[in-house]
């Protein structure tokens, strides 16, 4: 079954303009990830945010959670061509197995 | 090694035949997990094991699937009487120690492509 949901599941942008895509997810959690996929094949990660953080920047990333209401954001900040890919949240639940469960993913086009 | 490295990159199978695709995690790595990505689909889980145990193997799809892992690094998944289902890239990752209680990051590899004909 599949926990993290991405949203939206396809955007198209023009390089240079910033991109905000949104993940949320139906139990409690230790940990939330972000990965991107090129060309469908290994995932690249992104960056982790724990449970306890609410905010997280790697470069041209910004990483936000809110366990209140169960979601967390990415922003990519002045995009590129180079970002176009799939990107997927991935959650690691409290308690029970410590599998990575990962949403469906959401295809950015970033338009030169 | 310098990454997780799986093998085959690509195979190609007859209906009904039995299938090993390998995985070499990073060295020291000692959770290692097996995902299932079917085109333009998600990640669907398989299968964790750390060391040579396998405490969550509630994603494999049907008793055709199995996997081990011996000597706390090298796993293999089978896919026994395969069906075209089953095509699909099957991708291996690892990590330090289990991610839930460190959050330590999970590491991919390229995958291997099944393709069932």
């Known amino acids: 079954s599949q926990q993290g949901e991405e949203d939206p599941q396809a955007l198209s942008i023009q390089e240079g303009e910033n991109a905000t895509m949104n993940c949320s997810y139906k139990t409690s959690i230790n940990n939330l990830q972000w990965y991107r996929q090129n060309s469908g094949r290994g995932l690249v990660h992104l960056i982790l945010?724990?449970?306890?953080?609410r905010e997280k920047h790697s470069g041209r990333l910004r990483v936000t959670l809110d366990t209140s209401k169960k979601s967390s954001s990415l922003l990519i900040t002045a995009s590129r061509a180079a970002d176009t890919a799939s990107y997927f949240c991935?959650?690691?639940?409290?308690?029970?197995?410590?599998?990575?469960?990962f949403g469906k993913g959401m295809k950015l086009t970033v338009n030169p | 090694g310098a990454g997780v490295s799986q093998s085959p990159s690509n195979k190609v199978t007859e209906k009904g035949k039995d299938v090993e695709l390998r995985c070499d995690p990073i060295s020291g790595h000692t959770a290692l997990y097996w995902y299932r990505q079917s085109l333009g689909q998600g990640l669907e889980f398989l299968i964790y094991f750390q060391g040579n145990s396998a405490p969550d193997k509630s994603g494999l799809p049907s008793d055709r699937f199995s996997a081990e892992r011996t000597g706390g690094s090298v796993s293999t998944l089978t896919i026994q009487r395969t069906q075209q289902e089953d095509s699909a890239v099957y991708l291996c990752?690892?990590?330090?120690?289990?991610?839930?209680?460190?959050?330590?990051?999970?590491?991919f590899g390229e995958g291997s492509w099944l393709t069932v004909v």
């Open positions: 991935a959650t690691m639940a409290q308690g029970g197995s410590e599998k990575l469960v």
């Open positions: 990752a690892s990590s330090t120690t289990s991610g839930r209680l460190s959050g330590n990051t999970i590491y």
């Open positions: 945010i724990r449970s306890n953080e």
